[in-house]
């Protein structure tokens, strides 16, 4: 098993989050892409000592960017989890 700092990269903070997280208690985060649904669970699990209910994750694409006039990048892909609760509340905005 990875280290669960590793597998939990940082909190989506968006106005669909924070609703979902208000009226059904999920929780959206930055995952490691190569971590999977039973990884993701244990780790929020022993990170904010709460119950998972539920864990969907889906792959997201990176975006095309322009680079200068002539050249264009790409952003990196990363991978979202939607976490459902079924005991405990996780805060996001009390701790910044």
Do not use: H
């Amino acid at each position: 098993m990875k280290e669960i700092y590793s597998i939990i990269k940082s909190p989506r903070l968006t106005e669909k989050g924070n609703r979902l997280q208000e009226t059904e208690d999920k929780v959206v985060l930055k995952v490691d892409p190569r971590a999977n649904k039973i990884e993701i669970k244990k780790a929020v699990e022993q990170l904010f000592q709460v119950k998972v209910s539920k864990v969907a994750v889906c792959n997201m694409t990176g975006k095309q960017k322009r680079v200068g006039i002539r050249s264009a990048g790409k952003t990196s892909d990363w991978k979202k989890a939607y976490v459902t609760l079924s005991e405990g509340k996780i805060n996001f905005l009390e701790e910044l």
